[in-house]
């Protein structure tokens, strides 16, 4: 979850990503900011974000993306 947070600050360090839960509904992550962070999400976990993946609830938080990290991770 570190690594996780690291990446997330380097996209927007003045959004608090462990209590934030509407990056995406409360648009404080763009369509950019993700097309951004998906590579290097991939990159860092070693897991392949499809574009079934790119839904909303997957990104509204740090936790809803360490979820869907864990889930990639063990498909």
Known sequence: MEQLLEILNDINPSIDYET???????????SFSILSLIPELEDAFGIEITP?????????????????IHRLKEE
């Open 20 to 30: 934030e839960t509407r990056l995406i509904d409360g648009g404080l992550l763009d």
């Open 52 to 68: 079934m993946d790119m839904v909303p609830a997957n990104f509204n938080s740090a936790k809803a993306m360490w979820d869907m």
